[in-house]
């Protein structure tokens, strides 16, 4: 069951290209267009689910909702989706993704190593927790 301050429906959208830098840190991440009237959660690193109806899939996942502060791009929030299980290509892909749990703030690192080593720990944060988490049914298409 989802905390109270997180949404109780998931958030659906479509993978889109992002800037490609999470692939070139080796740290691959999915970015999302979410769908016109779904709730996006504040800005802040989650734990949750990312389904997949057109194959079925179900995969652990670590969610970053924000503006890149560490890089500085833009006022854009973006939503980023690392995939714990699986690199299958994503793009053009709906899917939907079940919060869990919120792990923290986002911030502004000093290094992108520093930014690296909290990813890390958020990853190995939110496997515990999805260790004990209900896992959402498997979507049909």
Same mark, same amino acid.
Request: aromatic share 6%; hydrophobic share 35%; with cysteine.
């Given at each position: ?15 889109? *290209?992002?800037?490609? +830098? ?15 009237? %779904? ?19 179900? *995969?652990?996942? %670590?969610?970053?909702?924000? %503006? ?25 892909? +709906? ?6 749990? +919120? ?36 979507? %049909?298409?």
């Amino acid at each position: 069951m989802p905390e109270p301050s997180l949404p109780s429906t998931p958030l659906v959208g479509t993978v889109v *290209h992002g800037a490609g +830098r999470g692939k070139g840190l080796g740290f691959p991440t999915a970015n999302l267009s979410p769908e016109p009237g %779904t709730a996006v959660p504040p800005p802040a690193i989650y734990s949750g689910w990312l389904t997949r109806p057109a194959t079925g899939g179900v *995969h652990r996942a %670590t969610v970053s909702i924000g %503006t890149n502060p560490t890089f500085g791009d833009s006022p854009q929030v973006h939503v980023e989706v690392h995939c714990h299980d699986t690199s299958d290509d994503l793009y053009g892909e +709906r899917v939907e993704l079940w919060f869990v749990a +919120r792990l923290r703030d986002t911030e502004k690192f000093a290094t992108v190593g520093e930014l690296l080593a909290a990813a890390h720990e958020d990853v190995r944060r939110s496997d515990a927790l999805l260790a004990g988490a209900a896992r959402p049914a498997a979507p %049909t298409a």
